[in-house]
C-alpha cells in the first residue's frame, strides 16, 4: 500500500501561483512514477502532469505546458506541482496518485495506469 496526502492548495486570485506538494508513505516511493490529475466541477477527472520515477522524465497536458512544473524529491518521498498564471478555469480538485512501473524512465497520462490515490486538495482560482 501506498499512502498519498495533497496539501497546498487554497484561493488565489487570477495570475497568482500555488505549490501543491503530495508526501507518499508506505512503499517504496522511488519505484513509482507519479502524476497529478484533477476534477473540475461538473466535468471529468483530467490529466495534469506526471513525473518518471528518476525525475527524468515530464509530461504535461498541453493547457498546462509553460505553467505547471511537476517535480520530485525522492529523499522526502514528496512529488510538487508549481503552477503560475493560474485562471478561473484551473479551479478543481487536485489530486496525485502513484503508478509502479518497472522502468525508471516510464510515466502514464491514463488514470487507470495509477495504483494508489490521494484524498485531492482544492483549487479555487477567483477571476
Known amino acids: 500500500q501506498v499512502q498519498l496526502v495533497e496539501s497546498g492548495g487554497g484561493l488565489v486570485q487570477a495570475g497568482g501561483s500555488l505549490k501543491l506538494s503530495c508526501a507518499a508513505s508506505?512503499?517504496?516511493?522511488?519505484?513509482?512514477?507519479m502524476g497529478w490529475f484533477r476534477r473540475a466541477p461538473g466535468k471529468e477527472r483530467e490529466f495534469v502532469a506526471a513525473i518518471s520515477r528518476s525525475g527524468s522524465n515530464t509530461y504535461y497536458a498541453d493547457s498546462m505546458k509553460g505553467r505547471f512544473t511537476i517535480s520530485r524529491d525522492n529523499a522526502k518521498n514528496t512529488v510538487y506541482l508549481q503552477m503560475n498564471s493560474l485562471q478561473p478555469e484551473d479551479t478543481a480538485l487536485y489530486y496525485c496518485?502513484?503508478?509502479?512501473?518497472?522502468?525508471?524512465?516510464?510515466?502514464?497520462?491514463?488514470?487507470?495506469?495509477?495504483?494508489?490515490w490521494g484524498q485531492g486538495t482544492q483549487v479555487t482560482v477567483s477571476s
Open positions: 508506505g512503499r517504496t516511493f522511488v519505484n513509482y512514477a
Open positions: 496518485a502513484a503508478d509502479r512501473t518497472f522502468s525508471s524512465g516510464s510515466l502514464s497520462y491514463t488514470a487507470t495506469h495509477y495504483d494508489y
